[in-house]
């Protein structure tokens, strides 16, 4: 454990060299990292951007935790973050840092059973326990009351979780907490937890491909990962007792909700009755106050027009690759958040 740690702090690091040397070779290339969960949406967006205004974005797809850890160290412009800041991040950043939401998407449990097409039907208790290492079996009698009709073989379950700090393991925790509470208690919700049992696989792709290539395997990624790789997902019972399939509009159904002023808010095991229950909206993280590190006021005026763009123009791109798209008050929400940064404490837009 000691090894992989240090290997993960020497990437960090070697990230952090990669993206000071990118920053002062290229003032029109604006630095972010973190999210893999809104990665194929980011860089959909940051094509179309680059491609009318010239400035390039070098988004690095490392996991939530990875991203806050840059932005910590001033290496980024932005950081992705599908998980607010906690109180131990915050305080280590040590200055307000904003939280721009961008779009919210859907996690998703998909599953690796030889011989079994069907969407499977899970609820969130059932997940939590097979995670717990409780529920072993694909043919457990657990899994078999909630898929009747559904031949289940005989097959060890194979657990797959993120290896790095990642916020689709927020999310999926997050929700995990809420409908389990001996997940609650032995567990809980963060980027990074001590899973009680599985492997280990970083990034959306890693846990993607762990499932694929393991028979038996059950895993949680980001919804178009799944799309992608032709892989199977379960429907979900939320709130009101429904199975809920991940689709655009069950994750719209989700994230339709108002907005506190600093859009910072959990939409896991929603009350909207056709709303998916392990949805997430997925932020931007930047300084509140832009002038650190030397930056210039036309970088940080490039930053927040980028972010401008993303909140309205960007959002045409959401549907194709199944995210959620910002409601019209949740884009007034985010135009607010964008108006309160400033340099050198004016406002920059």
């Known amino acids: 454990m000691k090894v992989v740690k240090s290997l993960q702090s020497a990437i960090v690091a070697i990230a952090a060299t990669c993206f000071t040397l990118s920053a002062s070779?290229?003032?029109?290339?604006?630095?972010?990292?973190?999210s893999t969960f809104v990665n194929p949406l980011?860089?959909?967006?940051?094509?179309?951007?680059?491609?009318?205004?010239?400035?390039?974005?070098?988004?690095?797809?490392?996991?939530?935790?990875?991203?806050?850890?840059q932005l910590t160290n001033k290496t980024v412009d932005f950081g992705g973050s599908d998980a607010p800041l906690n109180a131990e991040q915050v305080k280590k950043i040590g200055v307000p840092v904003l939280h721009v939401p961008m779009a919210s998407g859907a996690v998703v449990i998909t599953y690796n059973i030889p011989g079994v097409t069907a969407a499977l039907n899970l609820t969130g208790k059932d997940i939590a326990d097979i995670y717990l290492g409780k529920i072993t079996n694909w043919n457990s009698p657990e899994i078999a009351a909630t898929n009747k009709g559904?031949?289940?073989?005989?097959?060890?379950?194979?657990?797959?979780?993120?290896?790095?700090g990642s916020g689709t393991s927020y999310i999926f925790t997050d929700y995990l907490t809420k409908v389990n509470p001996d997940w609650a208690s032995k567990v809980g919700k963060a980027s990074a937890v001590n899973w009680p049992?599985?492997?280990?696989?970083?990034?959306?792709d890693g846990v993607s491909g762990l499932v694929k290539q393991t028979p038996g395997a059950i895993?949680?990624?980001?919804?178009?990962?799944?799309?992608?790789n032709k892989m199977g997902f379960a429907n979900i019972q939320n709130k009101s007792g429904k199975y809920i399939t991940p689709t655009l509009e069950s994750t719209t159904a989700a994230s339709n909700v108002e907005l506190p002023p600093n859009a910072e808010v959990s939409l896991t095991n929603t009350d909207a009755p056709k709303g998916y229950p392990i949805s997430s909206f997925t932020w931007a993280l930047i300084y509140k106050e832009q002038n650190y590190s030397d930056r210039s006021a036309a970088r940080a005026k490039m930053l927040l027009s980028l972010l401008?763009?993303?909140?309205h123009d960007g959002q045409?791109?959401?549907?194709?690759?199944?995210y959620a798209p910002l409601s019209k008050s949740a884009v007034k929400v985010a135009e607010a958040i964008l108006k309160s940064a400033t340099y050198n404490g004016k406002p920059i837009l």
């Open 308 to 311: 401008w763009y993303n909140i």
């Open 197 to 204: 049992a599985g492997l280990g696989g970083k990034g959306n």
């Open 42 to 69: 980011f860089s959909k967006i940051f094509a179309d951007y680059a491609a009318k205004t010239d400035v390039k974005v070098n988004y690095q797809s490392i996991g939530s935790g990875g991203g806050i850890l």
């Open 219 to 228: 895993g949680y990624v980001e919804l178009i990962y799944a799309l992608q």
């Open 316 to 322: 045409k791109n959401c549907v194709a690759l199944n």
């Open 25 to 34: 070779a290229q003032d029109n290339t604006l630095l972010g990292a973190g």
């Open 150 to 164: 559904v031949k289940l073989p005989d097959l060890g379950i194979v657990v797959v979780h993120r290896s790095d």
